[in-house]
Each structure stands twice: as C-alpha cells, then as structure tokens.
C-alpha cells in the first residue's frame, strides 16, 4: 500500500509508491562520461571565459592564466546581469523589474574531472570556501537579496560541460521555493518554539532509520517525505541559518561528509546524474532561529509527469528508509575517500 507523506517544512505531500519500485541499477538516465576535444575550463584555455572574479591561486601565477586552484568566472550566458538599477515597475496586475542580479560558475578545479568527489578533502574545503568568500562579497550589494550554490551534473540534470563546477545566481528577490521553506519553517517555530530541522536532526539520529552518515558536526539522510528516489539532505548538527558564516573546522568536516555522501550516491546508482543545492537565509537578514542552511542532492532517476505538474504531488518509488539503508551499505576506497568516522547504523 502506498503511502502519503507530509513534507513538515513546506506542508508538501509525497507519495511513497514502494509498489513502482525498482532495483537501483534498473533506473534510467543515468550519466555516461563523454569527453569532448576541447575544455573551456581547462588550464590554458583560460582566455575562452569570461575575466576571473575570484581565484585560490599558487604564489606567483597571474590573474587569467594557468596556476589556479578553484576559479570563479561570470556566467557566459547569464540568466542575470550585474549591471543597472532594478527599475521596479507595474503594469496593472502585473509586476515588473529589470533582470539585475550576478551569474557566476565555480570552476573547481584545473583537472578535467566529472566529479567533485574526485577531489580530495583539501581540494573540496577550497570549494567549499569559494562557496562562502563569494556569498559574503555579494551581499555587501543593496540591490541583491538571495544567493543560491547549485551544481549540476549530468544532461539529465541540466549540465552542458563535463568539467566539475558550480553556479551561484544571486536575485534581487527571494525565491519562492526559499521563501515557502521559510514560511513552513517560522510556522513551525512560532507553534512549538523550535526549528524545525533541530528537530529532524534529532528525531532521525535518534531512530536511524534514514541515517546515511552520522559525523560529530554533521548528518546526513534520506527525508521523511523524500521526493526523489535517494534524494538526501546534509545539515550541520549546530543550528546556522546563513551558509556564509560557516568556520574553517566545520569547512573541513563538510568536505568529507560531501565526498562521502556523493560518493555512495555514485557507486550505489552507476554515477547518475544529479543535482545539489545550498539552501541558506537570505542576505537581508539576521541569525535566525527558526531557519537551518542544508545541502540538497537530488539524484536524477525520474522525471516528473503530468500528475505532479498537475498537482504539486511528488511519486517516489523508493522509500527513504530503503535508499538510506541502500547508501549506508555502500563500502567506499577509504583510500581514495579519506572517509571521517562515522556512526555505523542499520
């Protein structure tokens, strides 16, 4: 029998349909490598993007040239411009504002890789710090209010290079997938006097049932209410609502709690393609105490149909408790994984 499940942030309703599920190897879409002849993020192709913003760089080397560790250049074809004022307007019921914002691509490293998990723990803290330094320079701009780190890998999710990166798009406004997690989440506070994801944190390291990793200073799991086969969450354990606040320890933790878990995405799947992205607080606000940064990876096996574009509905044929003890059971090279301790479960 199927189940209905409740999202307790946003008040989204999922269907688990464990009836429709499958082994995790008879999924579709899954991403094959295909290396192309030329890299535009590659060493010495630097000149085929636009100028660096922001580069980790070894002493002595030049801006635009080879020496780079993480490069972060404008988006060739941004969805948003950093020029101009917003020219706030309506036209009767329908309102209005120029499409200024910032779009940029967080090239993470000079190796022509597929993967972040790739990379070693040193080389994703560099990321992971990128991530941060462009977060806490955007926001000093009055005009922008949200920035949101996204990667996307595989054309099933969206990408249309190989090389591993991110995005950052940065919007004068708050998207409404954000502002409903933050609606669903002041509710939640303003009723019990908590936030909402403390709460998730200690409800599934308390029963295990959904656990994927368990890290001293972070945890990893498949939601309650997942809408995606194997879609899991990574949260600090200590309550932060802005990811730019983050310090160099849990930086250094994240890296292999992100390794680890895209890694056991990768093996128990057959390298899928994916998608992540950072949810954190606007940049128009304070600490807040009923909000909680997270990572979201949604791996990408299904595809919505005309019922959940119809409905809101999401049907995932494989129940969290599943997928999480799937991805548990996933043993990783510690060699080339540098995995932390973890609690075992399951």
Known sequence: MPDLRKDPIVGRWVIVAKSRAKRPHDFEFTFRRRRSGFCPFCPGQEDKTPGEILAYRNPGTQPNREGWRVRVVPNKFPALEIEGDLNKRGEGIYDMMRGVGAHEVIIETPKHLWSISQLSEPEIQEVLCVYRDRLVDLKKDPR???GMIFKNVGPA???TLEHTHSQ???TPIVPI???EEMTGSLEFYHYRGRCVYCDMIYQEVATEKRIVLDTPGFVAFCPFASRFPFETWILPKSHASHYEHIQKNAVE???GVLKQTIAKI???LDQPAYNYIIHTAPFDTQELAYYHWHIEI???ITRPAG???GTGFYINPVPPEEAAAFLREVELDTQETELLPSKQTG
């Open 177 to 179: 997938n954000v502002w």
């Open 298 to 300: 949604m791996p990408s």
């Open 266 to 268: 990768e093996s128990a």
């Open 253 to 255: 933790e994240l890296s």
């Open 144 to 146: 922008l209010v949200y």
């Open 307 to 309: 019922f959940e574009w």
């Open 157 to 159: 999710a969206g990408a």
């Open 168 to 170: 950052l798009i940065v």
